[in-house]
């Protein structure tokens, strides 16, 4: 399984990025767009949203739990400073998919209690696309991260994210996380399209 997470760069927008990863096989988009207005977020979201549905895609906003059922989203992804995910459950009842970062198991263990339908865990390694980082893991901490959930019996889809790049995909799936999460790889490729295609060729299933 894997995630775009939309950005921008010199060569594309928001939209345009996202339906690049599309055609390239992508069937997962996360609209991310700090800083923008509601209206604009919302336009995104319409635009891509309509792509998504064409292309049989799952769509899921960032941040914007409340507006999920404005935009027709399938779902969102909460961190540490967004609406708890409880919350957001409530609000959005069972049928939506909740998303939910963590950087510890400790996060994990709480996500896992709120109620998250899977784990974004990261990052992998530094990145510019997001800013105030957390600790970087490297494969060691997704190997600690496994185990201990291992170890507690919680079983959720864990999304490995952050300066992912293609070569990193075979380690990375080899410590047993379900998927990963990409931007830069993507969008800074010379052709993204096909760069996602090769991202999908080399992610072997571990569930
Ligand atoms: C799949 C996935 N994992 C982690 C994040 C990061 O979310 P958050 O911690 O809320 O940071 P921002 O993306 O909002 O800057 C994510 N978006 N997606
Ligand atoms: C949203 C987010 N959360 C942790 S790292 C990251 C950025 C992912 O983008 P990239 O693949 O370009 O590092
Ligand atoms: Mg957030």
Redesign the pocket.
Known sequence: MI?F?THFNERYGYVEGARLALEGGCRWV?L?M?DASEEKFVAAAEQIGKLCREHEAVFVL??HAELVERCGADGV??????MPVDEARRLLGNNRII????NTFEDIERLHRQGAD?????PFRFTTT???L?PVLGLEGYERIVSDMKAHGIDLPI?A??GILKSDIADIMQTGVTGI?VSGGILNAESPAEEMKQFISLIKPNR
């Open positions: 995630q997470i996360q991310r700090k960032d941040d992804h909460l961190g540490k400073n967004d998303g939910g970062t963590a899977y784990i974004g865990c990261g997001k800013k105030n957390s999304v994210i952050g999460a």
